[in-house]
């Protein structure tokens, strides 16, 4: 059986892969190496959020009919603190315009620990509502809400991209965040975590 110790271990390793790290030395990889290859890198991300699954959310599968009888484990209490690694605003290397849930997990992926939970999406969204830069909207075609980019938002680096059949075959419009977009907001997603207003 998987211990919790070895779920830690390996999602310390994975979270390495994922920044380009040889998980041993801790040394980047070579430019050619397959470690920076966006499909490792996304696949790495992937890993790292089923292993965070398995460490704080377990769901584990009765092998006979008498462990099935047994009550299920209690799931093991997220103790991760609330706030930011201000060691990613160092670390953060732009990889791809991407959504913000993209944009999260290459941030927290910067990260020395896994001892943070990752800012929600709607804490960043919702704030650059509050800064003029989105607006809600509602697409009538698709018949779906989403957040619309602003003229300040595009000259922020934010964009809108329509998603025909995503996931669960529903089709959506999602925000994009650029290399400008996504510098600025590490630089500033301590204030975001904590509620406080961009002085610029």
Request: proline fraction near 4%; charged fraction near 35%.
């Amino acid at each position: 059986m998987i211990t919790e110790n070895q779920i830690e271990t390996a999602l310390e390793c994975v979270i390495k892969l994922a920044m380009g790290l040889d998980p041993k030395t801790g040394e980047e990889a070579k430019e050619d190496s397959v470690l920076n290859s966006p499909e490792i890198i996304r696949t790495m991300f992937t890993v790292k959020a089923v292993l965070e699954e398995r460490l704080y959310n377990p769901q584990p599968v009765a092998e006979t009919e008498s462990e099935a009888a047994k009550p299920a484990p209690k799931r093991k209490k997220d103790t991760r603190k609330e706030g930011f690694p201000p060691e990613i605003v160092d670390k953060f290397k732009f990889q791809r315009s991407t959504t913000v849930t993209h944009f999260i997990r290459d941030m927290y992926a910067c990260a020395d620990t896994n001892e943070y939970k990752p800012v929600k999406a709607g804490q960043i969204l919702d704030r650059l509502v509050a800064e003029g830069m989105l607006e809600r909207a509602h697409d009538e075609e698709l018949d779906v809400d989403y957040k619309s980019v602003t003229e300040k938002g595009k000259e922020f680096g934010l964009s809108n991209r329509r998603v025909e059949y995503g996931l669960g075959g529903r089709s959506y419009i999602s925000v994009i965040f650029n290399a400008k977009a996504q510098r600025y907001l590490v630089d500033r997603m301590d204030k975001i975590v904590n509620g406080e207003v961009f002085e610029d």
